[in-house]
């Protein structure tokens, strides 16, 4: 998609990713500490509990992960970078 995802959609998508990297065996608190968040704010992020999903998150996941940003923000068809 070339276009931006609702609110809705972007934490969808977040929570595919971090989904996605629990069934690689990682736990929430591991994913949390690599991307430099805490546990709580990630299931926060997860459960809508916040709305917004800040860049920095976004730019830990593709640091540690190789996490495609725009998936999560514009549903790019592929979850990580190319």
């Given at each position: 998609?070339?276009?931006?995802?609702?609110?809705?959609q972007?934490?969808?998508?977040?929570?595919?990713?971090?989904n996605?990297?629990i069934?690689?065996?990682?736990?929430?608190?591991e994913?949390?500490?690599?991307?430099?968040?805490?546990?709580?704010?990630?299931?926060?992020?997860?459960?809508?509990?916040?709305?917004?999903?800040?860049?920095?998150?976004?730019?830990?996941?593709?640091a540690n992960?190789?996490?495609?940003?725009r998936?999560?923000?514009h549903?790019?068809?592929?979850m990580?970078?190319t």
């Amino acid at each position: 998609m070339n276009y931006p995802l609702n609110l809705e959609q972007q934490r969808q998508q977040f929570s595919n990713v971090i989904n996605y990297l629990i069934s690689t065996g990682k736990s929430r608190r591991e994913i949390a500490t690599e991307i430099g968040s805490d546990n709580t704010y990630i299931t926060k992020l997860c459960d809508n509990t916040l709305k917004h999903i800040p860049t920095d998150i976004l730019e830990g996941l593709h640091a540690n992960y190789k996490i495609n940003p725009r998936y999560i923000t514009h549903g790019a068809s592929n979850m990580f970078d190319t």
